[in-house]
């Protein structure tokens, strides 16, 4: 079975601090997702990352693939509060997703 | 607004009974993905199906089975429900996978077992 693993599972960082969050899956994939989840909500589509060395970017955050190093980032600049929440990862094997553990991100001001 | 409905939003039941949440995907998705969440569990896969017939079982328990019609819309029926099935139930919705189709989660039903 495909393993998707994170780390940290718990991020406490202070406003205007740089961190990345790590994303390490077993098996061949060049297809990988990130979703952010504020508490109680629903996930919510970050980035779509479909080959080997794909950057993508949205406004403090980036994310990059690896598929090499089976390895997915998701970098954070100048952290805000807005960004505290949950990040997950997902791995799709062209037959079904398979999620991380979660991130759970705490910006404290 | 991912464009997947769920219903009900809110559901109070007791030990024991049985019930039913209900998914429509967004517009020309096939397949539909059920998932549970809860505090101690995580997001936890329990099954998908693509147009109408299943496709990948994750951990579903016995006591529950979900079903997609013709129309696509999918319904995950709980029975025998115990106060450890008390969760966040999200339904997701794709086109189909491996062509880098990300998929979409509905807003969720949560269910309290008391």
């Known amino acids: 079975e495909l393993k998707v693993e994170q780390n940290p599972l718990f991020l406490s960082m202070q406003e205007g601090k740089n961190y990345t969050i790590y994303c390490n899956y077993s098996t061949t994939s060049d297809r990988l997702y990130w979703y952010r989840q504020d508490p109680g909500k629903s996930l919510e589509s970050l980035f779509v990352?479909?080959?080997?060395?794909a950057v993508k970017q949205e406004g403090r955050l980036m994310a990059s693939l690896d598929t090499k190093a089976r390895l997915s980032t998701l970098h954070i600049t100048a952290a805000v509060h807005d960004l505290s929440a949950t990040y997950f990862c997902a791995v799709d094997n062209g037959n079904q997703f398979y999620f991380g553990t979660g991130t759970s991100l705490t910006v404290i001001p | 607004d991912s464009g997947v409905t769920q219903t009900p939003k809110h559901l109070i039941t007791a030990t024991g009974q049985r019930v039913t949440l209900r998914c429509s995907p967004r517009?020309?998705?096939?397949?539909v993905y059920w998932y549970q969440q809860s505090l101690d569990q995580g997001l936890q896969f329990l099954i998908q199906y693509y147009n109408g017939e299943e496709r990948a079982k994750g951990n579903i328990l016995e006591r529950f089975s979900a079903q997609q019609f013709p129309d696509l819309h999918s319904e995950l029926n709980l029975s025998s429900l115990e106060l450890g099935d008390s969760a966040l139930y999200f339904c997701?919705?794709?086109?189909?996978?491996?062509?880098?189709?990300?998929?979409?989660f509905g807003e969720g039903s949560w269910l309290t077992v008391v």
């Open positions: 990352l479909l080959s080997n060395g």
């Open positions: 997701a919705s794709s086109a189909d996978l491996g062509a880098g189709n990300t998929i979409y």
């Open positions: 517009s020309g998705d096939l397949s």
